[in-house]
């Protein structure tokens, strides 16, 4: 999208009636709101409990009652799955209001959720998960197309059945609900309603704005005045205003939120060189065979050490992840010595802090190794140019493995220094206000970044994350993947 002329800071770029987003609320309002509502009636009722209580009479009369609350609480036909049926719904609809929108929309949609990443080749005819090996993506979107596959199942072909006519088999089908999901996860907007409620919503025309953490729009809001359309007016308008000029000609730029490249690639399709929310966790625990093993989880708790640990591009090795890995592995007699030092500020012995470094070093070399990849072969696919250059979803495959390589290297150099130089005593400082595990969880911090709703490892041992930013009122965090 760009400014056909300068727009101001402040200005109304955006104005879109609420009765052309696309949500739930626009999905109960319509002709098909009440077989809608009859669907989750349908679908409520059918929980599947003669199945999942043959499973769990095999596990054991008392887990019975937990175990199906769980299952009626997760087999629920939610708002934005009403959504998207929605979607599908008036997609196939020639009279639909949506139409113009819809023939904008991309026929086929390629992210980490939308691509079977286990049979999706590469031009070099490996599959997409062997492209992304020493990742933590071909689990993630393992695991959410499972999860979308079960919604599909629960839903279909039951509602099929049960209203033939709104629900067609032939127009129902996996591949639409796959791309239906893709839509949202791509374009979707969460706008706060009247009443604390935050709806996920597609906003026509707006979902073209590309992506930058320092976009000029602001976070939308609803605006309760007079709104011109071409399909009448309303009383309500979603609004996006800018925060920063833009000159003539300049791309308007949205949001999407603090994502690291994991989320971005599984939800988006693409990656950015460099992303500051990058990060490569490590998990340290002491090992169950180790006879010290209470006694060196009790002292990371005293200490506020956490078990999870972030490595990113920016800054050195994290002092915690460093004091983490000394206790760990200690043996007896600096077990007894650290009793002189509660704080754990000063190192124990030279043995300890070569150990350290050279664990360190070994594991960041067992990382590297599952990259079936080096740097410098990512390097020259992203330069170079032609038809066999990576584009679309394989650019940001291997823009996202590169960088969470180039942040293993960047961790294996400050390794480097400290099996050469040593380690200062003030790197074993704790912080300030480590007081408490409640206080400080541990995690690395981007610039302006503070926990948020997502993050983590990968499958428990290692993976990337970066925790996402609540950003302030007006800025930041405009669109949020749907359930």
Known sequence: VVAKRTIEAGEVVFSVPAELLLNVDTALASSMGPTFLAAREHLSAKTK???????????????????????????ELHDDAIAMLFLIAERNNPESKWRRYFSLLPPNIETGVSLDLSQETSPSGKTLDEELAGTPMPY?????????????????????????TEFPAEVFTWDALVWARGVFDTRCVTVSYPGGRDLTCLVPLVDMCNHDFCAQLSKPKLATHKVAAAEGSGEMALEFRTLAKVAQGGEVMLNYGSLDNTQLLLYYGFAIEDNPYDSVSLELEPADEDQFVMQKRLLLKLLCLPVEHHLRLQGGLNPRLIAALRLLLFEKE?????????EGREPVSERNELFVADTLRSTLDGLLAEFNTTVEEDEMMLASSGPDAPSGFMRGVVTYRLGLKRILLKAHEDTQVLLTQGVPAAAFSLPEDATSPAQDDGKNTAPGEHDGERGGGHGGERGASAESAESAEDAQDARKRPR
Do not use: H, T, W
């Open 49 to 75: 409990k003669e199945e999942v209580a043959a499973l769990i009479a095999a596990a054991g009369e008392a887990e019975v009652d937990v175990e199906m609350e769980e299952e009626e609480d997760e087999m």
């Open 140 to 164: 993630k979107a393992a695991n959410e197309r499972e999860v979308l596959q079960q919604s599909y199942s629960f839903m279909f072909p039951s509602l099929s059945e049960k209203f033939p």
């Open 334 to 342: 600096e077990l007894d010595l650290s009793e002189a030092d509660p």
